[in-house]
C-alpha cells in the first residue's frame, strides 16, 4: 500500500504513557478537557528532550517558543485510571513549529484524541517574533 505521507526521522516523534489520576477526573471520573492540553504538553517535553531541545536549552539558545494555537478534537472520554499512549509528532518547522498529537488507549490501540499545538520562535533579547525557524531548530532536527 502506498501512503502520501513522508517519512520523518525517528527523533521527530516522541511516545509516553499515562495513567490518569484521580485528581484530572470529574465526578463520572472522565479526564477534564482542560487537562488534555497538559498531556499534550507532557509529550511534547519528551519530544523536546529528544531532539535535545528543550525549554531550558531554547532558551539558552536566545529564543522563547509560546504556543500561538492549540486543537484538541475530543473522539472518546479518557477515564480515570485508563493507560495511554501520546504520541507527539513535529509536523511543521521552516516557519513555525508545529506538533500533531494522538492519544490512544495503550491496551486497545483505540484513538481517542488528536490535535495540534503551533508554536513560534520568539528572540528573547529583542521579544519580536521570527517569521523563519532559526538555524538552531533546523540543525536540532537535523535539516540544516
Not at 509529550?43 to 492549540?70: H, T
Not at 498529537?101 to 481517542?112: A, E, K, M, Q
Request: aromatic share 12%; hydrophobic share 40%; proline share 5%.
Amino acid at each position: 500500500m502506498k501512503t502520501n505521507k513522508p517519512m520523518r526521522p525517528e527523533k521527530w516523534t516522541a511516545q509516553v504513557e499515562l495513567q490518569i489520576p484521580f485528581h484530572d477526573v470529574d465526578m463520572m471520573e472522565i479526564a477534564w478537557h482542560g487537562h488534555y492540553a497538559k498531556y499534550f504538553e507532557i509529550a511534547r517535553c519528551a519530544l523536546f528532550d529528544q531532539l535535545e531541545y528543550n525549554y531550558q536549552q531554547m532558551k539558552e539558545s536566545g529564543f522563547a517558543w509560546p504556543v500561538i494555537d492549540l486543537r484538541v478534537r475530543y473522539a472518546k472520554p479518557l477515564r480515570f485510571q485508563q493507560w495511554i499512549v501520546i504520541c507527539a509528532e513535529v509536523s511543521e518547522y521552516e516557519n513555525r513549529f508545529k506538533i500533531n498529537y494522538t492519544i490512544t488507549d495503550r491496551d486497545t490501540g483505540v484513538r481517542l484524541t488528536k490535535g495540534h499545538t503551533v508554536q513560534v520562535a520568539v528572540e528573547i533579547s529583542s521579544a519580536e517574533m521570527l517569521f523563519a525557524s532559526p538555524p538552531i531548530l533546523l540543525e536540532k532536527l537535523g535539516v540544516n
